[in-house]
């Protein structure tokens, strides 16, 4: 096996989390990595409820339990975060 082959996965990629403003998040980490983590840290940075955020991907929403690796993303790839609208006028 080679040493390539023995790191993918463990091998960290950079993500950017991008909300509605524009403003940019960046998390590294390993493509093993649940999105749940990803999504739990974002909202304590933004001071907000987890549940109360939406993940897209290509307007696609994105599980917590999916991984990088079974999004297929890579490095600096950007995903989008919305405010979950709930009731209106």
């Known amino acids: ?11 960290p990629i950079t993500i950017r989390v991008r909300d509605q ?3 940019e998040t960046f998390f590294k980490i390993k493509k093993s990595t649940k999105m ?9 940075r933004k001071g907000v409820q ?22 297929e993303l890579d490095d600096q790839d950007q995903i ?3 405010l979950e609208q709930t009731g209106g006028c």
Not at 1 to 11: L, Q, R, V
């Open 21 to 23: 403003t524009g403003e």
């Open 80 to 82: 989008d975060c919305m």
């Open 50 to 71: 987890a549940s109360s955020l939406r993940f897209l991907l290509d307007g696609e929403r994105i599980e917590p339990n999916q991984t990088p690796k079974m999004l």
């Open 36 to 44: 749940q983590k990803v999504f739990d840290t974002y909202a304590q």
């Open 1 to 11: 096996m080679s040493d390539e082959a023995k790191t993918e996965g463990a091998e």
